[in-house]
Structures are given as structure tokens and as C-alpha cells.
């Protein structure tokens, strides 16, 4: 009985690190992409400043997509946590 | 940058436009939610919603701050934003999950859905052009604002 209680609270420890570290790790990419995203618009902004409203309309737009992706880690931490 | 131009905020348009369309579906979808998981599922569809658009609402104001204030301030306020911005998510949520009505399918299938579903759907209205960038307000065929 002691044994499965253990092995209750390993699976439970297991699960809350998979979701802190899948939640973490997701979001290294979108991290990695915004910053791309926002370098080289600032970079076309510099280079072309009458683009900038242009340019920060596709970097909104860049930005929201790429952080899609951290969204869907966070949701992966949401169901591995509480479900 | 040209005053003038940087004035205008396309990113803050962008994400007031899509909290103004999305009041369309989401009580529609609260409603389902409610059928579905019942109470608690309508009230954590709906708590879904709230950090999807002011997820988006604020990554806009930061935005356009940094951008009347500098590149360095835009760099600055996007990546430390989207770092903040994940952290008050995670521990809103693990706020709420404290609550009794938390139920977490419905919450995770509001965030990704309303979050990819109202970009995707905000491109249709995204004007491109140099003069006049952001929302696309004068396209033939489409709602006048």
C-alpha cells in the first residue's frame, strides 16, 4: 500500500516537472522568434522610416503568430497539471 | 522615424479590432462550453477569453509605447513583455486553479482557438499598403468602421 502510494506521488512530481519544463521549453523557440521578428523590422524601419507603420503592422501580426506557440506550451502545462 | 507615421498605432487598432469582432462569437461559444462541462466550463471559457485578449491588448500598448519611445525601448518592451506576459498568464491561471469552478479542457481549448482563430481572422481586415498601413478600413466589399 505504502508502495503505490509512493509511486502515486512519483507520477504526480513527474507530471508537474514534464509540465514545468515543456512549459519552459516552449517557449525558448517563440522567444528566439520574436526576437528575429523584432530585429529586422527595427532594421527596416531604420532603413525605410516612411515603412514603419507597415512594418510594425507585420511585426504585430509575426509576433502574435510566433507566440501561438508558447500558448499551445502553456496549454500542454494547463492539461499536464490540472487534468 | 517620421513622427507622423510612428503616431499612429496599427498594433493597438489591430488588437482592439480583434476584441471587437470576437464579441460576436465568444458568448456563443461561453454558452457551449456551458452545455458541454457545465458551469464551471462556461466560466473557464470565459476566463480563456479575458487572457487571450488581454494578452493581446497588452503586447499592443506595450508595443506602441516602445515605439514612440525608441527602437531600443521596442526591442525592449516586445521580448521583456513576452516574458512577463507569459509569467502573469501562468500564475493567473494557477490562481484560478484554486477556484472551484477551474476546469482546464475548456480554458486550453479557448486559449489556442480564440488566439490563432482571431489573428487568422484579423488578416482579412490587414491593409499592407505604404499609405495606409494597419486596419484596412476604405476595402471595397468589406464593413466600413
Aim: glycine share 12%; no cysteine; proline share 4%.
Amino acid at each position: 500500500m505504502d508502495l503505490l502510494a509512493q509511486a502515486d506521488t512519483a507520477v504526480d512530481g513527474l507530471k508537474a516537472l514534464g509540465a514545468g519544463l515543456g512549459y519552459g521549453l516552449a517557449a525558448i523557440g517563440p522567444g528566439v522568434g520574436i526576437g528575429l521578428v523584432v530585429g529586422n523590422a527595427i532594421t527596416a524601419m531604420a532603413r525605410q522610416p516612411e515603412s514603419a507603420g507597415m512594418v510594425r503592422t507585420t511585426m504585430f501580426l509575426g509576433i502574435a503568430f510566433t507566440e501561438a506557440l508558447a500558448l499551445i506550451g502553456f496549454v500542454v502545462f494547463i492539461l499536464l497539471n490540472f487534468t | 522615424m517620421s513622427s507622423a507615421v510612428v503616431d499612429r498605432s496599427p498594433e493597438r487598432d489591430l488588437a482592439f479590432d480583434m476584441a471587437r469582432r470576437s464579441l460576436w462569437v465568444f458568448p456563443a461559444w461561453v454558452v457551449a462550453s456551458g452545455f458541454i462541462w457545465g458551469m464551471g466550463g462556461a466560466l473557464s471559457s470565459a476566463l480563456g477569453y479575458v487572457l487571450v485578449i488581454g494578452n493581446l491588448a497588452a503586447a499592443a500598448v506595450l508595443m506602441a509605447w516602445g515605439a514612440r519611445t525608441s527602437p531600443v525601448a521596442l526591442m525592449g518592451a516586445t521580448l521583456g513583455g513576452f516574458i512577463v506576459r507569459l509569467a502573469v498568464l501562468a500564475g493567473i491561471v494557477l490562481g484560478a486553479s484554486q477556484l472551484s469552478f477551474f476546469e482546464p479542457v475548456p480554458l486550453a481549448i479557448t486559449i489556442v482557438a480564440s488566439h490563432l482563430g482571431l489573428l487568422a481572422w484579423e488578416i482579412r481586415y490587414v491593409s499592407l499598403r505604404l499609405a495606409a498601413p494597419g486596419l484596412d478600413l476604405q476595402r471595397p466589399g468589406k464593413e466600413q468602421k
